[in-house]
């Protein structure tokens, strides 16, 4: 208001002109704060009968603004979903409408996903500015009554406005002479809990108020009264269809889900337990002390297991230096500092003169394609492309391993083959379940196709076959891992000559086994059996780094060796109980049309 005092003509003539304005405005309906659409005050009278139901009252003063509009839209809620093939349902009758304000009120209920849309107006005509709508509404079936209290919670306020609301209050009251025990109130959007101002009035009545309601927000009031308070009250539940009755299990749908998953799986389990060449059962295997066939390290790897992987190319990298075809140097940080026991910064590896004869394919690509720009390279630099070059190495040794006659078949390429047959079963079947499902009660029929899919997938990894060699070569191997890995090993003590090798690695069987150790995954057990036997031969291979010559290298060649190792990784990628906000009954929202 403007402050009191005197002014002279001119003045006054001005502030007529500005009031005249003002009321022209407010005439046309806009709203003081030039401010859009949006609920001036939404007062809501609840009254709960014996019976558990409500009549509800809601008189609300919507703010048009300057839009020219046919009424308001209200949304009342009338199920909530409570399973999978039940609803809760609050049947919604005797819809009236009336406006003290004149305003159309021509009124169309009709039914919606969930509830019941109430639209008011005329759509012949169009208003604005300020209007009053009274909706009384009646609905059935809230109340839940209990051993230690009967319950009553309604969203006053829904969630689904999409206009913010100024001022809302609410007022509950129970049947005659009940009085709540506790009430609560909670506002702000859906699921929210936070507390808004709520007390019980003298009548017993529960009244409740907030203020500034963003458009999405609600406020759901909850009373308890005494248990007997709505003795009777039983809520309405209603079956809905669902997918989940047509899984019910009789011995018709039980019996044919089984006989398609055994129909599609047993002939697949048959076939691989034919490839993968389990161990032959009691006839021991002969200890093993050195390796099996004069074999590769990645080739023996991948026999076992029957996968070439990351680690068996790290494998063959120190196979390759411990026959001179690569010298590994250490190479500290920019400060040369390491604490005792770390392994360094990085490595460089150096292609020597030596070691290129009787080199398989695989070895050859790996030479090549870890020195394709120069014959001097460090891991950190190859690690960009590692990953590619790991992948094509692992290629070329299945190739070798096919070429040799210890697989039948590529053993990746048949693995791909029965992960896309076993995907195709799976889709299929979950296909025809959900057909099934949806229009007869034979799904669970349905589901032993995609269980054999399942199986299927699972199953992919065993499918490589091994030939009869390949099979005792896989034995053999087996038992080269476990001499490897045994924690008094024999190949520490009893001389063992390798004439091909370079250097120490002629005689020294503990700088000669790192690599298969590394490819049959037993690295650090081997490496704790060469730490007890005392062994300290530096590999002519391997020059540590200035300074660190008296740290033994085997750490840091674990490290060296290891799928994990930082120099080789791929770079990182950059980069209770109580009421809630809609948490019961009603709730709903509106708009304008």
């Known amino acids: 208001m403007p402050a009191r005092g005197t002014m002279g003509r001119g003045a006054a003539r001005r502030l007529a002109a500005l009031l005249l304005v003002t009321g022209v405005l407010a005439v046309a309906g806009c709203s003081g704060d030039g401010a859009g659409e949006r609920i001036r005050s939404y007062d809501i009278g609840i009254t709960a009968a014996a019976d558990g139901s409500l009549t509800v009252e809601e008189t609300i003063d919507y703010d048009f603004a300057g839009e020219e509009r046919h009424g308001i839209v209200r949304s009342v809620p009338d199920r909530v979903h409570l399973e999978q093939t039940l609803d809760r349902r609050y049947p919604v009758d005797d819809v009236t409408v009336r406006s003290p304000t004149g305003a159309p009120t021509a009124t169309e209920v009709s039914g919606e996903d969930g509830g019941l849309s109430i639209r008011v107006g005329d759509e012949d005509t169009e208003i604005s500015g300020r209007h009053t709508y009274v909706l009384t509404y009646r609905v059935a079936a809230v109340a839940d009554p209990g051993a230690d209290g009967d319950r009553l919670a309604w969203n006053a306020v829904g969630t689904g406005w999409e206009v913010p609301i100024e001022q809302a209050r609410v007022r509950l009251s129970g049947p005659p002479g009940a009085v709540p025990s506790a009430v609560d109130c909670v506002v702000g959007g859906a699921d929210a809990r936070t507390p808004c101002a709520a007390e019980t009035g003298p009548g017993g009545e529960l009244r409740a108020a907030a203020a500034d309601l963003d458009p999405g927000e609600g406020l759901t009031v909850g009373a308890t009264f005494p248990a007997g308070t709505f003795a009777g009250a039983e809520p309405v539940l209603e079956e809905t269809f669902s997918p989940a009755l047509a899984f019910r299990l009789t011995p018709a749908t039980g019996g044919l889900a089984l006989a398609g998953l055994l129909a599609l799986v047993l002939p697949v389990l048959a076939r691989s337990r034919r490839g993968s060449a389990w161990p032959r059962r009691g006839e021991p295997v002969a200890a093993q002390l050195t390796p099996p066939a004069d074999a590769r390290p990645a080739q023996l790897g991948t026999v076992l297991d029957g996968y070439a992987q990351r680690h068996e190319v790290t494998a063959t990298l120190l196979d390759l230096a411990v026959r001179g075809a690569l010298r590994i140097e250490e190479v500290d940080g920019p400060d040369g500092a390491r604490a005792e026991g770390d392994p360094p910064a990085d490595w460089r590896l150096v292609r020597t003169a030596d070691g290129g004869d009787d080199l398989r ?29 790991a992948s094509r190495t692992c290629a070329a040794v299945y190739d070798d391993v096919v070429a040799l006659g210890w697989f039948t078949a590529h053993p990746a390429a048949v693995r791909r083959r029965w992960w896309t047959a076993g995907a195709l079963v799976f889709l299929g079947g979950a296909a025809l379940t959900a057909v099934l499902a949806l229009t007869t009660t034979w799904a669970l029929a349905g589901t032993g196709v995609a269980l054999a899919g399942l199986v299927l997938l699972g199953l992919a990894g065993r499918m490589p076959r091994r030939t009869a060699a390949g099979a005792q070569l896989r034995e053999r191997t087996a038992a080269f891992r476990d001499s490897l890995a045994a924690a008094e090993p024999r190949w520490l003590t009893e001389p063992v000559r390798v004439p091909d090798l370079a250097g120490a690695a002629r005689t020294d069987t503990a700088v000669r086994y790192l690599p298969h150790a590394v490819a049959l995954g037993v690295a650090e057990q081997w ?3 060469v730490d007890r036997s005392g062994a300290a031969v530096a590999p002519d291979w391997y020059t540590p780094a200035p300074g660190a010559s008296s740290t033994p290298v085997w750490p840091a060649l674990l490290v060296f060796s290891s799928p994990t190792n930082p120099a080789l990784a791929p770079p990182a990628p950059a980069g209770g109980a109580g009421t809630s906000v809609g948490g019961a009954a009603g709730g709903g929202g509106g708009g304008s049309w």
């Open 527 to 529: 490496s704790r059996a």
């Open 361 to 389: 394919g695989y070895e050859r690509q790996l030479l090549d394609e870890v020195f394709a720009e120069g014959d001097v390279v460090t891991l950190s630099d190859l690690q960009a492309r590692f990953g590619a070059i």
